[in-house]
């Protein structure tokens, strides 16, 4: 079995920070990348950023010089530290990993259970 635990989720004024931690755990065998998706009430799911485990990152436009995406490879950990927030961050955001599992022949993706971010004064 594996599992993504996600934490960092909350409440926060314009302006302010945050930083979401998602960590993989159970039989996993490799990780090829782990991201952050966020889903707006009434939106569809959109990637906010991407890292792969050889630190290739990708962002979406409406974070870049904002957020940074970083991963602790011995852990199977990624971050999502999150700057100068605004109210249209306001999302459940959700950890997706795609990792090879033991006793598997294919990468598969997997995703945590989400975390509510609030951006509002």
């Known amino acids: 079995q594996v599992q993504l635990v996600e934490s960092g989720g909350g409440l926060v004024q314009p302006g302010g920070s945050l930083r979401l931690s998602c960590a993989a755990s159970?039989?996993?065998?490799?990780?090829?990348?782990m991201g952050w998706y966020r889903q707006a009430p009434g939106k569809e799911r959109e990637l906010v950023a991407a890292?792969?485990?050889?630190?290739?990152?990708n962002y979406a436009d409406s974070v870049k010089g904002r957020f940074t995406i970083s991963r602790d490879n011995a852990k199977n950990t990624v971050y999502l530290q999150m700057n100068s927030l605004k109210p249209e961050d306001t999302a459940i955001y959700y950890c997706?990993?795609?990792?090879?599992?033991?006793?598997?022949?294919?990468?598969?993706?997997?995703w945590g259970q989400g975390t509510q971010v609030a951006v509002s004064s």
């Open positions: 890292i792969t485990w050889g630190g290739g990152t």
């Open positions: 997706n990993a795609d990792l090879l599992p033991y006793a598997s022949s294919r990468y598969r993706d997997y």
């Open positions: 159970g039989s996993i065998f490799s990780i090829s990348a």
